[in-house]
């Protein structure tokens, strides 16, 4: 893979984190729950498979195949999590007669800003999870996920790796626009978090 193209996934991979990390974050503060809301989130969810790969391995010492297997294993993860989101969300919305139609591309993430929709004590509940400390969402997960994406791609490179961190620079600009504004400060955390990552990486090189 070429590193223009890299850098296209990185970013796009930087971006969708960071934008579901602010939905998990807003919907934890949405308006108080409706009757139809509540009706939408019993609909049960699937349990998506983990990406799991030991912490003592050095994904930039990897072979070249497990390096772009591991690559496909965490973009399906969080392909995964995201479709399980979005979906339990946007049931939410139509519920209160908000049309899917309404919601397509950047919408979604827009009208997710807004607050202008309620949620019911489970989905409350279940994003309050995703973004606590060990949460799905949470900084630790999701600032060494995106760490772990670009090493995965750029292999012991430390150039390549400079380029890869610009790439989720750009991608966190990206979710910023998505969003419609400023992100919650959970994004911000999660910013530094992935940085002080990057920096260790070049201390140790």
Not at 43 to 61: G, N, Y
Not at 128 to 149: H, L, M, N, P, Y
Not at 173 to 189: H, N, R, T, V
Request: charged share 25%.
């Amino acid at each position: 893979m070429q590193v223009n193209s890299q850098d296209y996934v990185v970013r796009q991979y930087s971006q969708n984190t960071r934008s579901t990390q602010a939905s998990s974050v807003n919907s934890t503060s949405s308006k108080a729950p409706d009757k139809a809301a509540d009706a939408a989130a019993q609909a049960p969810t699937p349990d998506v498979d983990r990406v799991e790969f030991s912490r003592d391995s050095d994904i930039t010492k990897m072979s070249d195949s497990d390096r772009a297997a591991l690559v496909k294993s965490l973009k399906d993860d969080l392909n995964n999590q995201m479709s399980r989101f979005t979906n339990m969300m946007t049931q939410t919305f139509q519920k209160q007669g908000i049309t899917a139609a309404s919601l397509e591309g950047d919408n979604f993430w827009k009208f997710m800003a807004s607050g202008n929709y309620s949620v019911d004590a489970k989905t409350k509940a279940e994003a309050e999870e995703a973004i606590s400390e060990d949460g799905f969402w949470g900084v630790k997960q999701t600032s060494q996920r995106i760490f772990d994406f670009a090493a995965a791609l750029a292999g012991d490179d430390v150039e390549t790796m400079k380029k890869m961190q610009a790439a989720v620079e750009k991608g966190f600009e990206q979710a910023g626009a998505a969003w419609g504004g400023d992100l919650p400060s959970i994004c911000g955390d999660t910013h530094t978090a992935v940085n002080k990552l990057f920096d260790d990486y070049y201390a140790s090189h």
